[in-house]
């Protein structure tokens, strides 16, 4: 899901943050162009269609020849990541991330969190489907409205809070578990009911310092800690972002069951896509398909914008007529125990890529190939090296079509001039991607948008993208430094056509290859011209380099070929309700 601008974040209107400033030169592996005429080395033409070459990064040659065949090693890929990222159960997965922030804080004291309550939607007694406070369910895996938590920040000694229900309740929302039952179901050292909270508290030990999480709970403590006792609303957040930003093995297990489910929607979607539907009758596949397999609530409310719509980063009206001629954009996640996946794919309503559609959807693919390449490489490096990467390629594919122009620049390098005078931001005005997780835009200690070299644990999503917004395209015609750089009259032509834009966006998790054997080798692999991405660009192994991509490992295409032939099969809503769930 692509980030708004900094501005938009300060106007409250948009989520997450901008992933502007690069601070390095041109990584090796994109100075490659892109043209219609000579297309990215990293696509080989197939007729009316472009597809990933065999064209690798340009990093130094091994010593010695890698341990572990191509063959044997996209064999080896497929094993190695059930047995890596392996689904645990629930109570043992969030006591290990207790566990985690425990051994962070080292402030000592308690530790207080609470759910939060459902939405009301109308009424008084009409509410939202409930979804607790993400950081609420890092440290229980509960989803339950009105729990609270109480850790013991040096003993680990976790305490579930749960709200006295009057009797109706049984036959207004159903049975109520009982405190031993609740116990069991989470991994819970103790249970109590949260008016017992001031007692509890007391009980712990007078004096100590309890830190909550900023908003009604830190309020709630004021008024129940013991004398002597200190809340503290700041210190508990900045830990919960730090541990949040590293995932562990079985959260990235979490992240890769809802890239399963979400990309079986994606794909439904393209196979029941037909020319006359409404946006919103395809975002009704995505939840149905999603849900049958698992995945039972989305992680944001699915953007699905055809033709012109496409254009608009955080489309929600999702009322618009598909037409036979249009491209529709798709930005959709599911959640599977809570964590989500974010996956964007553009595809043509009439299931087949044609004319300026298919060179801008192969200028977006060449250019998210170009920011995973960077990623994959051995060394340092951050999202923004990936981000200007992307950028150059796209701005390359751009000018094979005709949409902007290299006479402007003077010097050797109009692609320099280009990124410095932020072209590129008239056709892409988000950033490359951001951390993924309990949310789409996950939190750190630097926000949703990663800053300093990348570690391994972190998961980003990857989203290159290229638009025909009218709103930029008339700022850049104001500009006679921009409008120099854009064919606008040939722009122009394309909005009027309906040609919204293009996304590409996979979640992609980092590795250590010092950790584990077959990373190592497929980052050794990396220099071997013959090998490719391990599985093949169409496989499903997902490992390439030291990434894994999740949504590559859940078998969702963006090759357009691919694209094209999953659209000819029939979608039968029968076979997807009575489809087997991801895990």
């Known amino acids: 899901?692509?980030?708004?601008?900094?501005?938009?974040?300060?106007?409250?209107?948009?989520?997450?943050?901008?992933?502007?400033?690069?601070?390095?030169?041109?990584?090796?592996?994109?100075?490659a162009a892109f043209a219609s005429a000579a297309p990215h080395p990293g696509f080989a033409s197939t007729g009316a269609?472009?597809?990933?070459?065999?064209?690798?990064?340009?990093?130094?040659?091994?010593?010695?020849?890698?341990?572990?065949?191509?063959?044997?090693l996209a064999a080896a890929a497929a094993d190695w990541s059930q047995q890596r990222f392996r689904v645990v159960p629930a109570a043992e997965q969030f006591r290990e991330l207790r566990q985690k922030v425990c051994g962070e804080f080292l402030a000592g004291g308690l530790l207080y969190l609470e759910a939060g309550e459902a939405p009301p939607r109308n009424g008084s007694d009409v509410f939202h489907r409930h979804r607790s406070c993400s950081n609420?369910?890092?440290?229980?895996?509960?989803?339950?409205?009105?729990?609270?938590?109480?850790?013991?920040?040096?003993?680990?000694?976790?305490?579930?809070?749960?709200?006295?229900?009057?009797?109706?309740?049984?036959?207004?929302?159903?049975?109520?578990?009982?405190?031993?039952?609740?116990?069991a179901q989470y991994g819970a050292d103790s249970v109590a009911y949260t008016d017992e909270l001031k007692a509890l508290l007391a009980s712990r030990g007078g004096g100590r310092d309890v830190h909550a999480l900023a908003g009604a709970g830190a309020e709630r403590l004021k008024g129940v800690a013991p004398a002597g006792s200190r809340v503290t609303s700041d210190l508990?957040?900045?830990?919960?972002?730090?541990?949040?930003?590293?995932?562990?093995?079985?959260?990235?297990?979490?992240?890769?069951?809802?890239?399963?489910?979400?990309?079986?929607?994606?794909?439904?979607?393209?196979?029941?896509?037909?020319?006359?539907?409404?946006?919103?009758?395809?975002?009704?596949?995505?939840?149905?398909?999603?849900?049958?397999?698992?995945?039972?609530?989305?992680?944001?409310?699915?953007?699905?914008?055809?033709?012109?719509?496409?254009?608009?980063?955080?489309?929600?009206?999702?009322?618009?007529?598909?037409?036979?001629?249009?491209?529709?954009?798709?930005?959709?996640?599911?959640?599977?125990?809570?964590?989500?996946?974010?996956?964007?794919?553009?595809?043509?309503?009439?299931?087949?890529?044609?004319?300026?559609s298919r060179d801008l959807y192969g200028a977006v693919l060449a250019a998210q190939y170009a920011a995973l390449d960077v990623l994959a490489a051995p060394g340092e490096v951050t999202l923004q090296d990936a981000d200007r990467a992307s950028r150059a390629v796209l701005l390359e594919g751009l000018?094979?079509?005709?949409?902007?122009?290299?006479?402007?620049?003077?010097?050797?390098?109009?692609?320099?001039a280009a990124l410095d005078l932020k072209l590129d931001r008239t056709f892409m005005p988000h950033g490359i991607g951001h951390h993924l997780g309990l949310d789409v835009h996950d939190v750190s200690d630097t926000g949703p948008v990663p800053k300093g070299p990348l570690r391994?644990?972190?998961?980003?999503?990857?989203?290159?993208?290229?638009?025909?917004?009218?709103?930029?395209?008339?700022?850049?015609?104001?500009?006679?430094?921009?409008?120099?750089f854009i064919n606008l009259d040939a722009c122009d032509a394309l909005v009027r056509q309906g040609l919204g834009g293009v996304r590409i966006e996979d979640n992609v998790v980092l590795l250590d290859p010092a950790s584990d054997p077959v990373v190592a080798a497929a980052v050794e692999g990396m220099a071997d011209s013959d090998m490719g991405p391990v599985g093949g660009t169409a496989g499903t192994a997902g490992l390439y380099g030291r990434l894994y991509n999740l949504t590559m490992a859940a078998g969702v295409p963006k090759e357009m070929a691919a694209v094209e032939e999953v659209m000819l099969e029939d979608w039968r809503p029968a076979e997807c309700m009575l489809g087997a769930p991801v895990v």
């Not at 269609?49 to 044997?72: D, G, K, L, M, N």
């Not at 000018?399 to 320099?416: D, P, Q």
């Open 49 to 72: 269609v472009a597809t990933r070459a065999t064209a690798r990064p340009a990093v130094s040659a091994p010593t010695a020849p890698p341990a572990i065949s191509p063959a044997a």
């Open 1 to 31: 899901m692509a980030l708004a601008s900094s501005s938009l974040r300060a106007l409250g209107s948009a989520r997450g943050a901008d992933a502007a400033g690069w601070p390095c030169a041109l990584p090796r592996s994109s100075a």
């Open 399 to 416: 000018l094979g079509m005709g949409l902007v122009r290299r006479e402007a620049a003077s010097g050797s390098s109009w692609i320099e």
């Open 456 to 484: 391994p644990g972190t998961v980003v999503t990857v989203e290159p993208g290229a638009y025909l917004i009218p709103p930029l395209l008339a700022k850049a015609r104001a500009d006679p430094k921009l409008a120099a």
């Open 136 to 183: 609420f369910v890092y440290m229980t895996g509960c989803e339950q409205p009105g729990f609270a938590a109480l850790v013991d920040a040096e003993t680990g000694h976790f305490t579930l809070l749960v709200p006295r229900l009057p009797e109706e309740a049984a036959y207004w929302v159903g049975a109520v578990p009982s405190l031993e039952q609740l116990q």
């Open 236 to 356: 508990l957040t900045a830990c919960l972002d730090r541990c949040r930003a590293i995932k562990s093995d079985a959260e990235v297990a979490c992240l890769l069951a809802a890239n399963r489910a979400s990309g079986a929607a994606h794909t439904d979607m393209w196979r029941a896509c037909r020319p006359g539907l409404r946006e919103y009758q395809l975002e009704a596949v995505f939840s149905l398909s999603s849900r049958c397999r698992g995945a039972p609530q989305a992680g944001y409310p699915p953007i699905v914008g055809s033709g012109p719509n496409a254009g608009v980063m955080h489309y929600e009206a999702c009322d618009g007529l598909v037409a036979g001629h249009h491209l529709v954009l798709v930005d959709a996640g599911a959640e599977w125990r809570c964590y989500t996946a974010d996956i964007s794919r553009t595809f043509p309503a009439s299931g087949r890529f044609e004319g300026a």
